[in-house]
């Protein structure tokens, strides 16, 4: 396999993203159907279209970018709704993490599927058709470090934002 990469059962696509070598993986049965993989491979699309916009995207935003686009394009299907309600489950778990924790979810060291249903849930509450958030997304694309787009898009640091939960 290209990322010599053992897999459980439940996963059906993983992607991995470094500019010259960005690619997703789709884990399909044999007796699947195309239908089955459209939404996790349009997550893993738009994952790594957002992580290509600069080095510093961290990779639950670019995980929950993902979840937030294709659960947007699929949203009549069951499954977009099972993510949203999932990603609610994260977030509340997020919510009683130490500070340590939340460092550890902030700097890419927990769990790839709560952080990054938590990240799903993080944009859902930057409201994504809001400006700031528009804002931040051109300060992404043109290069600019996540930190510092974040910062100057909403006036706080994600991890402020993290810890503030009377704002959540």
């Known amino acids: 396999m290209v990322e010599k990469h053992t897999y459980s059962k439940s996963s059906i696509s993983a992607w991995q993203s470094n500019a010259p070598t960005a690619h997703v993986v789709l884990l399909r049965g044999i007796n699947d159907s195309d239908a089955d993989y ?4 349009a997550r893993a699309i738009a994952s790594v279209h957002v992580a290509n916009w600069t080095p510093s995207v961290p990779r639950w935003f670019a995980s929950g970018m993902g979840y937030w686009v294709a659960g947007n394009m699929f949203r009549r299907n069951p499954v977009a709704r099972r993510w949203q309600l999932e990603a609610v489950d994260a977030m509340a778990k ?8 939340l460092t550890d979810f902030l700097g890419n060291n ?16 930057l409201h994504p058709q809001s400006l700031p958030f528009k804002l931040m997304v051109n300060r992404l694309q043109q290069g600019r470090d996540f930190e510092s787009a974040f910062y100057d898009s909403y006036g ?9 939960q009377a704002r959540w």
């Open 110 to 125: 927990s769990a790839a599927d709560q952080a990054a249903l938590a990240g799903y849930r993080f944009v859902e509450m």
């Open 94 to 101: 997020m919510k009683q993490l130490t500070m340590k924790q």
């Open 38 to 41: 459209e939404m996790s491979l």
């Open 156 to 164: 706080i640091t994600p991890d402020g934002l993290l810890k503030d």
